[in-house]
């Protein structure tokens, strides 16, 4: 089945530093790439969508300068959280979705960012 | 505006019991319905979903799902559970079945199943 790959899976990183999640989707392209951010006990918060060679399309409230959402291939999109801080802190998980017919999306592991 | 309710953060049954993980949702228009699981250190995986046709799907391991219009409901159900269904379950809503739509998740339930 497709298989969406995530890395890292948990970073530690000082304050004011920037911070690359990469996603591959191994086994098919992923036109659309959609990040969610889950905090504890709470739903997956979608962050932001893109399509493959767009700009991104950030939900209401997500800083586009902070997180920095690339889309360049059909098989790769990253989040770089720019100079973390520590409310920052969550577990990142991206999807990725195979045509705009697709009803199902294929999700990433996570990545669990802890700044100090 | 789209949302979905899962009303209880936890749900505990015994091995070989029957199973429910409760849904309800708000749209305004047709839904979509879809049910995720997430194993611990794993990514979500799909495992059933209600586009249109019968109101009771099944999906993945054993799961069914039995959606409900009247009620706005999407419970998840399974006649006998395994300690390896152990895990948290999230139900989604979209309402538009594909294109450029997103799903909205509920807040998760945390299964658990003691042997």
């Known amino acids: 089945g497709a298989v969406v790959s995530q890395h890292p899976s948990w970073v530690i990183c000082k304050s004011g530093t920037s911070v690359k999640i990469e996603c591959r989707s191994l086994?098919?392209?992923?036109?659309?790439m959609f990040w969610y951010r889950q905090f504890p006990k709470q739903s997956l918060m979608l962050m932001a969508t893109?399509?493959?060679?767009?700009?991104?399309?950030?939900e209401q409230g997500v800083e586009k300068d902070k997180f920095l959402i690339n889309h360049a291939s059909l098989t790769l999109s990253t989040l770089t959280v720019t100079s973390a801080h520590p409310e920052d802190s969550s577990f990142y998980i991206c999807?990725?979705?195979?045509?705009?017919?697709?009803?199902?999306?294929?999700f990433g592991a996570g990545s669990r960012l802890t700044v100090l | 505006a789209q949302s979905v309710a899962q009303p209880e953060d936890q749900v505990n049954v015994a091995e070989g019991n029957p199973l429910t993980v409760k849904c309800t949702y708000s749209?305004?228009?047709?839904?979509?319905l879809f049910w995720y699981v997430q194993y611990p250190n794993r990514g979500l995986q799909f495992l059933l979903k209600?586009?249109?046709?019968?109101?009771l799907v099944k999906g993945s391991y054993g799961f069914e799902a039995e959606f409900n219009k009247s009620q706005t409901s999407f419970h998840l159900k399974k006649p006998s559970a395994l300690v390896s269904d152990s895990a948290l379950y999230f139900c989604?809503?979209?309402?538009?079945?594909?294109?450029?739509?997103?799903?909205?998740f509920g807040k998760g339930t945390m299964l658990l199943v003691s042997p």
């Open positions: 086994d098919f392209q992923a036109t659309t």
């Open positions: 749209v305004s228009g047709n839904p979509y």
């Open positions: 893109s399509n493959e060679g767009s700009k991104a399309t950030y």
């Open positions: 989604a809503v979209r309402t538009n079945p594909s294109g450029y739509s997103t799903l909205t």
């Open positions: 999807s990725g979705r195979r045509g705009s017919g697709a009803n199902v999306l294929t």
């Open positions: 209600y586009i249109t046709g019968d109101n």
